[in-house]
């Protein structure tokens, strides 16, 4: 089945720091990716979607200079939270879908952000 | 607007009863409607879609669209399937736009 890949699981670092998160299709070609951000004991909540080869389109109230996000090649999507602050401390999960007409997203593990 | 409504933070049942997760939704058009289900510590990962009309776990859904409504139902609830369900709701490939999820706890 298709598997995506997320990494790292867990990062904890101090305000100010930029984190850079990846998500991976390990058995398929991802035409589209998306990033959730997901709050404590609430659902998941869409930040941007992104195509390969092209930019990212944001939601409405995602700072488009603080979460980048680049998707330069069919496997792989990156989500760098820059200068990252307390308040952006969350669970943030990507899915991967590919291929013609309909496709499933399948989804990573999620990645947990605590920043100090 | 897209918009998934579940009404139920929780949901307790016994083991053996009969689990009815409420999902209502509000969209322009003709849908495509989802359940995901997310066990302890593991990745989200879907349950079943209204298209195939398949029966997965023992876990069925309808599609209606009158009450604009996508209920997942199982006639006999095991302790395996406590879990935080989402339903969710999509156009081809757009993004999938997600409820705010039930927990179902089925007590043994």
């Known amino acids: 089945g298709a598997v995506v890949s997320q990494h790292p699981s867990w990062v904890i670092c101090k305000s100010g720091t930029s984190v850079k998160i990846e998500c991976r299709s390990l058995d398929f070609q991802a035409t589209t990716m998306f990033w959730y951000r997901q709050f404590p004991k609430q659902s998941l909540m869409l930040m941007a979607t992104?195509?390969?080869?092209?930019?990212?389109?944001?939601e409405q109230g995602v700072e488009k200079d603080k979460f980048l996000i680049n998707h330069a090649s069919l496997t792989l999507s990156t989500l760098t939270v820059t200068s990252a602050h307390p308040e952006d401390s969350s669970f943030y999960i990507c899915?991967?879908?590919?291929?013609?007409?309909?496709?499933?997203?399948?989804f990573g593990d999620g990645t947990r952000l605590s920043i100090l | 607007a897209q918009r998934v409504t579940q009404p139920e933070k929780l949901l307790s049942v016994f083991k053996g009863a009969p689990v009815e997760l409420k999902c209502n939704y509000s969209y322009s058009g003709s849908p495509e409607l989802f359940w995901y289900v997310q066990y302890s510590r593991q990745r989200l990962q879907l349950l079943l879609r209204h298209i195939s009309r398949e029966s997965i776990k023992g876990f069925t859904a309808d599609l209606n669209k009158g009450e604009t409504s996508f209920h997942l139902k199982k006639p006999f609830a095991q302790e395996e399937d406590s879990a935080m369900y989402y339903c969710?709701?999509?156009?081809?490939?757009?993004?999938?736009?997600f409820g705010k999820g039930t927990r179902l706890s089925v007590i043994a």
């Open positions: 899915s991967a879908s590919g291929g013609q007409g309909y496709q499933p997203q399948h």
């Open positions: 969710a709701l999509s156009r081809g490939n757009t993004p999938l736009v």
């Open positions: 992104s195509n390969e080869g092209s930019k990212a389109t944001y």
